[in-house]
């Protein structure tokens, strides 16, 4: 187990599709596992293969509410998708900022697992949704950037320092 350097902007790998799986084996396992890692140690509620530096479509999420549990995601494919919403996000590949997006409100994905049997996951008006899609973005080349509700709605992210820290580095 291990965890990876994370990808970030202008990185080209982020611009590009990920190919789909073909051997559920041991180095797939090993793949997820240190995804897995990475995403937890980012902190991140979800992580791409693209965003690891590995060009297979793959994503792991893990919801707050869930710690413990990780969905991973083999060749999602995005069925359907309807409703809009306004949300708030952020991405582990372009640190310090968020931005707001128009994200469906309904999403649903056929995946595989890492055994290789598919399954199908509904997801309404939740962060699960909201997940499934900038992942399964991810895996398609595709950023939060690309889905702004507008051009200038980004800010970057001002992360508050205990008193303590910021005496040390002054
Ligand atoms: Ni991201």
């Not at 790998?13 to 041991?26: E, M, N, P, T």
């Not at 995005?78 to 900022?97: A, I």
Request: net charge neutral.
């Amino acid at each position: 187990m291990a965890i990876l350097p994370i990808r970030t902007l202008p990185d080209p790998i982020l611009r590009q599709k990920a190919k789909r799986v073909k051997g559920f084996d041991k180095s797939l396992r090993h793949l997820v596992e240190d995804m897995i890692d990475t995403m937890r140690a980012a902190p991140g509620v979800g992580i791409a293969g693209n965003q690891v530096g590995v060009l297979l479509r793959v994503c792991v999420i893990e919801l707050p509410e869930e710690k413990g549990h990780v969905r991973v995601f083999v060749n999602p494919e995005v069925l359907s998708r309807s409703g809009q919403r306004e949300l708030e996000e952020g991405c582990l590949s372009y640190p310090g900022y968020r931005g707001k997006t128009l994200r469906s409100e309904r999403v649903t994905v056929r995946a595989m697992g890492l055994d290789g049997k598919p399954f199908t996951v509904k997801a309404e008006g939740d962060l699960l949704a909201h997940a499934l899609e900038h992942e399964t973005d991810h895996l398609n080349g595709i950023l939060y950037l690309d889905r702004m509700l507008s051009k200038d709605a980004i800010w970057p992210v001002i992360e508050a320092k205990p008193v303590e820290a910021q005496a040390a580095s002054e």
